[in-house]
């Protein structure tokens, strides 16, 4: 059979080349290269995510610049698409300022019910959006 492959594609197909490919098709440690649809964490634009759920979203706040009005579509699509858990990370100060502001304007005054807002040893803040 590979004689007949080799001849059809104008190709050489080496027996160690043989033998590699028959243990990435039989050996399960590969499955996740012949299962992308199946594989838990994907990554993708927000744009690409429309109309899409997910478990659990991950974003970055200095993607969306909501305290100039601007992304706010995009921003509205990105913190919809999660199922049970949404984290943004803050890397963007004035982000994380119009959030706590727009909260208080609609009286909500214990953001601890909006959100968690912890701060890692490299200086790195992780909010998470109940």
């Known amino acids: 059979m590979w004689k007949t492959v080799e001849s059809s594609l104008a190709v050489t197909i080496g027996e160690d080349e043989v033998e590699k490919f028959c ?3 039989c050996n399960n440690k590969y499955d996740m290269a012949f299962k992308l ?3 838990k964490h ?3 634009t927000v744009f690409a995510s429309k109309g899409l759920e997910f478990d659990q979203v991950i974003s970055f706040a ?11 579509q995009n921003h ?5 698409r999660a199922k049970e858990k949404f984290i943004m990370f803050i890397d963007d100060e004035v ?7 727009v909260a208080d304007r609609n ?3 214990d953001t601890n019910k909006l959100v968690k807002y912890e701060e890692s ?4 803040k992780i909010t998470s959006f109940n």
């Open 37 to 39: 649809i199946e594989s």
């Open 95 to 101: 982000y994380y300022a119009h959030v706590l502001d």
């Open 76 to 80: 509205y699509v990105c913190i919809t």
């Open 23 to 25: 243990e990435s098709i």
């Open 107 to 109: 009286g909500i005054n």
């Open 121 to 124: 040893e490299e200086k790195g």
């Open 42 to 44: 994907k990554v993708m």
């Open 62 to 72: 200095r993607y969306y610049k909501i305290y100039n009005d601007e992304n706010l």
